[in-house]
């Protein structure tokens, strides 16, 4: 994968280079395709798999232009987080185009209920762009964790390092789904209930569950395709409510 610079007005952009040419899809929600465990786009005959670590770096790092090279269908999971991504786009630096940001000033609050997962996102408007995370999976390892996101907090340093996680209880099942084949320790905080984190690993922050879901938020709405100004509250998120909110939203209020 290589992700290059792209003029303003571009968004981000995927080419499958394996495809051929004109392989192009943006990164939109109208081309969410799967969204268990991970958030995959598909459209024009084009396919690219688990985007959403990636797209987090690039929506956390305020990079709204970028066309991402790729030669296969998966980006690749690296340790779990985004901090290689991060690490990467800092150690080129990043250009400030002239032209103004496009953005997406939220005007009115907008709620989204989702039973099934009991979640709840909401977008309200707000002077500077905020995300806000809650999880409670009942779990005593856990417990209840949350995890803010604001204009000017350093993504690179506070988001980017979060790994994904699991429960061991439910590896088996991922696996017999065909699931998390590239799954190991060195890539997942796994949660052993009640004792703790398989293998003895420590959470890098002592909210480390919840920020990861946050880097994964923010990567769910990088498919906005512009920059949300507005405050983002979640509740349980996860890929499919996240998609569908942000679905929704835009149905509702993106004008453009
Ligand atoms: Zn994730």
Redesign the pocket.
């Known amino acids: 994968m290589q992700v290059l610079p792209a003029p303003a007005g571009t968004g981000i952009l995927f080419h499958r280079t394996d495809l051929g040419p004109d392989a192009l899809l943006p990164a939109r929600v109208a081309y969410v395709s799967q969204t268990r465990r991970s958030t995959s786009l598909a459209g024009k005959g084009v396919k690219v798999v688990t985007a959403?670590?990636l797209l987090s770096a690039l929506y956390g790092m305020g990079v709204d232009n970028a066309r991402v090279e790729l030669d296969a269908p998966e980006l690749p999971i690296l340790d779990g987080s985004a901090k290689p991504y991060a690490e990467a786009f800092l150690s080129v630096g990043l250009l400030e185009q002239e032209v103004p940001r496009d953005v997406l000033v939220v005007k009115e609050p907008f709620v989204y209920e989702d039973t099934r997962s009991d979640s709840c996102i909401t977008i309200e408007p707000a002077a500077a762009p905020s995300f806000e995370v809650t999880i409670d999976y009942r779990s005593e390892v856990v417990g209840i964790q949350q995890a803010g996101f604001t204009a000017g907090d350093n993504y690179a340093r506070e988001i980017a390092p979060c790994r994904?996680f699991c429960f061991f209880q439910e590896v088996e099942f991922l696996l017999k789904l065909g699931l998390i084949k590239g799954g190991t320790l060195d890539n997942a905080l796994v949660v052993d209930e009640p004792k703790g984190y398989l293998g003895g690993k420590k959470p890098y922050f002592e909210n480390e569950l919840a920020r990861?879901k946050l880097?994964?938020l923010l990567g769910d709405f990088c498919l906005a395709g512009r920059p949300i100004q507005g405050k983002v509250t979640a509740y349980k998120p996860g890929h499919r409510v996240n998609t569908q909110a942000l679905k929704r939203f835009l149905d509702l209020y993106d004008e453009r």
Request: hydrophobic share 15%; aromatic share 0%; proline share 0%.
């Open positions: 959403e670590h994904t990861h880097l994964d």
